[in-house]
């Protein structure tokens, strides 16, 4: 005989479905919110969630038989990972601890199709009910898994519907050239939709002077040596932390330069799209990262002559070409694949000597003087 099979006890809101069995177990409301924002500002959604203990008190579960787990707040409910609530609750059910789980709607469990059918498949072998606004599901019956399972679908295509229905609008925001999630150094921010010079001279003076530089040197590794040797600082305002939007000095970075040479709002340029975010579905879910750098015809975004500049549009051009044959020419040859070689090959062609260790020798000094050692394989090699 099914463990859950037997009779039921009168309640006020009692469901044919709910029996003995899971009265007896506990009551688990799951409360999630999307994003910390969310949290702070959706109040009336978390009281409602929060309320379902009330519901599961009128099911016909005593007080202290109803588990509020509450960990995932600020969470998305795209993955389970990073996700110690869901995991929780999945523990709870596998042990046969939980009778029913309440959410006010299926989404707020889960929007990845994935996990829901997971959770659906343990509720279904462990004997666990589900709830929400609308009604009361047994995962074991028929009808009700088609439901939940069209409930979870829908929950995820409304991730999709509402991903895309916001970049949309960020692109169209974009179009006018007026979205700006934070600006490089030498510009400040002063609404979401206009972007000004800074206001130190001195962080004004340094920009000009990378652009002044790299026209005499012709090399972003000469600018970054020459504020080395100097002693010249970048002027950063970050973006977060206690010291947001204050002026702070810090040592150049190579990586900056590149950024400061190659980014087109030093011409006066609005651009988005640069580098696109990239999609990739892995086991645990889809993933978004920044994907790799677009060049110029690609850009989804370009509006010239709409910002403040340092340099003019002809000027940046030259230098973006001057970068691409720089970085061309020292971009190492590819080797062919040694060891693929000496596997396809047999022993019996391959001939010569053996290679011996390996040597070290002196090279010529550079201009400043200083030498250096380079690595001497075999002589016949």
């Not at 889960?110 to 047994?138: P, Q, S």
């Not at 970048?234 to 204050?246: E, I, K, M, S, V």
Request: proline share 6%.
């Amino acid at each position: 005989m099914n463990a859950l099979e037997g009779t039921t006890r009168p309640g006020v809101l009692r469901s044919s479905k709910i029996l003995d069995a899971h009265l007896d177990r506990l009551a688990v409301v799951y409360v999630r919110q999307s994003d910390p924002q969310q949290v702070l500002n959706h109040r009336e959604s978390r009281e409602r969630q929060y309320a379902l203990a009330d519901h599961a008190a009128a099911l016909g579960w005593s007080r202290d038989r109803v588990l509020v787990i509450d960990e995932d707040q600020g969470r998305s409910g795209r993955t389970a990972d990073q996700r110690g609530g869901f995991q929780r609750l999945l523990a709870e059910v596998t042990m046969e601890h939980v009778g029913l789980i309440l959410g006010i709607e299926m989404s707020r469990i889960a929007r990845n199709n994935k996990d829901w059918h997971n959770l659906l498949e343990m509720c279904a072998i462990f004997g666990t009910i589900l709830a929400d606004e609308d009604g009361v599901y047994d995962p074991q019956d028929t009808n009700d898994r088609l439901l939940l399972g069209l409930k979870g679908t829908i929950s995820e295509f409304e991730l999709v519907t509402m991903r895309n229905r916001l970049e949309r609008g960020r692109l169209h925001k974009a179009q006018r050239g007026e979205l700006f999630h934070r600006v490089p150094t030498g510009y400040v921010k002063l609404s979401t939709e206009r972007v000004e010079f800074d206001p130190d001279e001195q962080v004004r003076e340094v920009v000009r002077l990378i652009f002044d530089k790299y026209d005499e040197i012709g090399t972003a590794w000469g600018v970054f040596h020459y504020l080395i040797r100097n002693n010249i600082k970048l002027g950063f305002r970050p973006f977060h932390g206690p010291n947001r939007g204050n002026l702070e000095w810090r040592r150049p970075v190579l990586l900056t330069i590149h950024q400061i040479l190659r980014h087109p709002i030093y011409a006066g340029a609005y651009a988005y799209g640069r580098r696109p975010h990239k999609r990739v579905r892995t086991a645990s879910g889809e993933q978004s990262g920044a994907g790799p750098w677009v060049p110029m015809e690609q850009w989804k975004v370009l509006k010239r002559d709409c910002l403040p500049a340092y340099i003019t549009w002809e000027r940046y051009l030259a230098n973006q070409q001057s970068l691409h044959q720089h970085s061309r020419r020292f971009r190492p040859a590819r080797r062919p694949d040694r060891l693929r070689q000496l596997r396809t090959t047999p022993s019996t062609v391959l001939q010569g000597p053996r290679p011996g260790p390996l040597q070290l020798r002196p090279a010529p000094p550079r201009r400043d003087g200083t030498g250096v050692f380079r690595s001497q394989g075999h002589p016949g090699r």
